[in-house]
């Protein structure tokens, strides 16, 4: 398999061919807290050229609510609708199971996870409070966990520490049939403009190494929101498009799910990764950004 | 494979066949800062029996040095020589591999660590220093990383953080050729008397994580350890017996070794596990505790 170049040439095949473009966030989007240029009017001209626009992102720290408030931000107007989370993900494959609501979930992982466990009806337990907390080590001291967790959830967490990783790894371990949900297992992301810094992938491990279990996947590439999408949008992924900057989750799960695929090289993959004899995860097309998409559609 | 109960019976054959006991200490010697029954008297009939003790610990949190000092509040009479932990082994893996000394070493992990590079004369940076700090996440912000720092050592950390999981990642990834050692990958371990806790293999597979490499492992089961031990004990593998506590550490450990098996119970390992069908690590022979040695040996 190859990938081809986005040029003039091919670009009117491609966009005739789709009805929703699904959009990975960081690194396409917007790096860190600035939209990447163009992306706007880019967006604008597909609404207006009647194409359904969908944001996929694996960035559990914020809930759908919040994205839409950063979208705002930024000047583009999205819904809540619009917009698939794998904080949102965790929460509807616990609905989507009948997760019983007297259960709780322990939360390693940000506030964004915590807001859609409560609008999906659940008691959600540590988040960002269990950061500040420290764990004692005396000899006859006794750790106590909620027996009544039944569900871990494992996200990118920057206030992971030795009490959430004791706290999730007992539930996991000592409750029976209790659930260990990874929001996604990104090694790395663009937390600053400037730099990568340790993903979702990391807190992930770390729990599957002092438990011995591997986990529940709900965000890219695991298959699980794409169910979600088509209930929601009626729309054949032969008639999608997933448009992101990584390969082993945005561009693997647009084509686990049958969709189109589109590298931007504004985020994580360069060319050189794309090219590498290595990677075996190859995009129908690629491009430099977003943008292109408006500069050769008008050209 | 199966495994036999220690018994009066096969006790003298095994006794006699041995000339140095290598033993686990943490379920084995001691339950956190307890020592287990009879272990003392145990040692002492050895010793006298002109059998070479030897303690091999995956517990990376404290030096040799630090080591001795346990047994010895504890009223045991060990010299430095007979600790082999994988602090150490971290440190001696970077001289036999002729790691430059100007070069320096990022420890995520416990004093111990430290303590031994510094013995080896090499310079360690981070450790439980690095447990203060906190990550600083502004769009425009550069976490600063030492470009040289030539590795990076993971063990046991009880103050692990996101300051910590980014300098390691961090230097892994972007210090041309540097090296990931883990110092075991013990999922959990006694940290305290009633309760498990999340061990070295928590922190390891968390920079696994965000690394996308795997460790260079120096602790148990790798036998690392065993080419020092034989540098040291002119005493052949097959006259050796390893006592652990563990099936995929100290068990293996013997195991790959060459050396005579034997598993107590009184740590991480009952009965119904070593006897469970998906356990595939039998040792030679199986018994409560260190004591029944002096038991089934004085009856």
Redo the contacts between chains.
């Keep these: 398999m190859t990938t081809t170049l986005l040029s003039s040439h091919n670009v009117t095949s491609l966009f005739d061919s789709v009805e929703a473009f699904l959009f990975d966030c960081d690194g396409v989007i917007w790096k860190?807290?600035?939209l990447i240029d163009g992306v706007s009017q880019t967006l604008q001209l597909l609404r207006s050229k009647g194409k359904k626009l969908v944001f996929v992102t694996n960035n559990s720290q914020k809930s759908r609510r919040q994205y839409a408030q950063k979208f705002l931000s930024l000047g583009i107007s999205v819904t809540e609708d619009e917009i698939f989370s794998s904080s949102f993900a965790a929460a509807m494959y616990l609905k989507v199971n009948d997760f019983p609501t007297e259960k709780k979930v322990y939360v390693i992982g940000g506030e964004g996870i915590l807001e859609e466990l409560d609008l999906a009806g659940y008691t959600g337990l540590g988040g960002p409070e269990d950061g500040k907390k420290h764990?004692e080590?005396?000899?006859?001291?006794?750790?106590e966990h909620d027996k009544s967790v039944g569900a871990v959830v494992v996200g990118l967490?920057?206030?992971?520490?030795?009490y959430k990783?004791?706290y999730g790894?007992?539930c996991i371990?000592e409750n029976p049939g209790c659930l260990f949900i990874a929001t996604n297992?990104d090694?790395?992301g663009h937390?600053?403009?400037?730099?990568e810094?340790?993903?979702a992938?990391?807190?992930?491990?770390?729990?599957?190494?002092?438990?011995?279990r591997e986990p529940i996947v709900v965000g890219k590439p695991s298959p699980f929101m794409m169910e979600f999408l088509l209930q929601k949008f009626e729309v054949s992924t032969s008639k999608m498009c997933m448009v992101g900057d990584r390969l082993d989750t945005d561009i693997l799960f647009g084509q686990n799910s049958g969709c189109k695929t589109l590298l931007v090289l504004s985020g994580v993959t360069n060319q050189s990764t794309l090219e590498d004899p290595s990677n075996h995860i190859q995009p129908d097309y690629y491009t430099n950004q977003v943008s292109d998409l408006l500069d050769l559609l008008g050209s």
């Design positions: 860190g807290d600035k764990v080590l005396k000899s006859d001291s006794l750790f967490d920057r206030y992971i520490n030795y990783l004791q790894t007992l371990r297992r090694a790395v937390m600053t403009d400037l730099q810094w340790p993903g992938g990391c807190m992930v491990a770390a729990i599957c190494g002092s438990t011995e």
